[in-house]
């Protein structure tokens, strides 16, 4: 698994790459977020531990996939976690959009789902 995750984090989608810039040393709200964090079986684009708080970038693969993206984001929300869901995108074309949605569910723990 370690091998897998290294390997994903070597090579980031575009939007990936895009949202880390912005995520990383604590840049957003002073957290820490860590990229292609292990959460149980599950491998989370992006997850803040401290802010219990995980954002999973969806390209159009997941359109085929949604019902295990409804698993995975259930058995994160069982482990005490808020899912925020952007397409690559929403990223790519609506960066401060998705970074400011991000932020007001780090303070708002009613926000959890997808960004449209």
Do not use: K
């Amino acid at each position: 698994m370690r091998r897998y995750v290294r390997d994903l984090r070597n090579h980031p989608t575009d939007a990936e790459r895009v949202l880390w810039n912005h995520l990383r040393r604590r840049q957003l709200a002073g957290l820490r977020f860590r990229r292609q964090h292990q959460i149980g079986v599950y491998i989370c684009d992006f997850a803040s531990v401290e802010a219990r708080v995980v954002v999973e970038l969806d390209g159009s693969q997941h359109v085929e996939r949604m019902s295990y993206d409804e698993r995975r984001d259930t058995f994160l929300r069982s482990a005490g976690f808020r899912v925020l869901r952007f397409w690559n995108d929403d990223v790519l074309m609506r960066t401060e959009q998705v970074l400011e949605t991000i932020y007001e569910a780090l303070y708002r723990p009613e926000m959890d789902g997808r960004f449209d």
